[in-house]
């Protein structure tokens, strides 16, 4: 964080890092779980702009991979978009309502809504209806075993969000008390821990009428599940076409076809930029009936063109040898 300048009786600020504090932002009011000194310089933080240094210097959050967290409550048509970040983050919607995009798809959460962003996601959020307090989480390594390593948006319903969020603002309130109390604090932050790792298992895990349906949807994820269209998956499950495009609404945020044609997009762009198949060619071994649909398909995913991205990689090879012929020429310092 580097400096910060009052005016109008409002603090602004100007990012060295976004990443530090995703939900952190000129605008908002946020009360953190944890000493905000650990983010920005003392003289900073002051009542104008809702932001309190608490009275504890003990973080009991530290040691248990949660990077940090908080209860922040935004305006109508708030708007902030998140970039691929260090930390797997998670949002609880405790009011209002929210707009969740990553480009291609869109959800709307409500109150005990729950997104979970993974660190190589990006989206867009914005409050449609407010006030809007969110409850928020930044998630260390610590948390993958209960996180998966999906790397797409995953939306589902918070089932222990009536515990979660009065005890969160509960531990908020005596953090910020005159004389914080130790075992109170750390009995809380115990309790969120461990009804956080409850709703992310629950979350996680794939009821038992879906396992069958997860583990394909698994399988095209990884490139090996092949081409299958919903209504033959739904007909070969036994399951009802809007059930199964549901799951994968809730768990991936879009249906099983976009899934799917996801997947195949990106098998396309590696088939293409290895340059060892033609356009024509990979559209047949994808199942395209022509040249034109896959072309045509591509183009709307990408907004390029096939042939842009043929031969990518070998392009950026030869530019990587060229280049360290031209620096073989000069001489290299090294730090010592």
Request: charged residues 25%.
């Amino acid at each position: 964080m580097s400096k910060g300048a009052k005016k109008d009786g409002e603090y602004l600020w100007t990012f060295v890092d976004e990443n530090d504090m995703i939900f952190w932002s000129r605008g908002s009011d946020s009360v953190y779980m944890g000493d905000p000194g650990e983010f920005m310089p003392p003289g900073f933080i002051g009542k104008r702009n809702n932001i309190l240094k608490s009275n504890c210097a003990f973080n009991p959050f530290r040691k248990s991979g949660i990077v940090a967290g908080g209860i922040s409550t935004k305006g109508k048509n708030y708007y902030q978009s998140i970039g691929r970040h260090e930390y797997f983050s998670v949002i609880i919607v405790a009011g209002g309502t929210l707009g969740l995009s990553d480009g291609k798809n869109k959800a709307t959460l409500k109150a005990a809504d729950m997104a979970l962003i993974p660190p190589e996601a990006a989206c867009d959020f914005r409050v449609k209806a407010a006030p809007a307090p969110i409850l928020w989480f930044n998630l260390g390594k610590k948390w993958i075993p209960f996180l998966g390593r999906s790397s797409d948006i995953r939306i589902s319903r918070c089932k222990n969000f009536d515990f979660l969020l009065p005890l969160s603002e509960a531990y908020i309130s005596e953090l910020f008390s005159k004389t914080p109390d130790m075992p109170i604090l750390s009995g809380c932050s115990n309790l969120i821990i461990r009804a956080l790792r409850r709703e992310l298992r629950e979350c996680g895990r794939a009821p038992r009428e879906f396992k069958k349906l997860e583990a394909v949807i698994s399988a095209i994820e990884r490139g090996g599940g092949g081409k299958i269209s919903a209504a033959e998956l739904a007909k070969r499950l036994g399951m009802p076409l809007s059930k199964l495009n549901g799951y994968a609404l809730r768990t991936r945020n879009m249906t099983f076809p976009k899934i799917v044609h996801k997947r195949q997009m990106e098998i396309a762009a590696e088939m293409l930029s290895d340059g060892k198949m033609s356009c024509a060619e990979t559209g047949e071994k994808l199942g395209f009936s022509s040249q034109f649909a896959f072309s045509r398909s591509f183009k709307a995913y990408y907004a390029i063109p096939p042939s842009a991205c043929f031969g990518s990689v070998k392009k950026a090879d030869a530019r990587a040898k060229n280049n360290g012929k031209i620096r073989q020429k000069t001489p290299r310092i090294e730090n010592r």
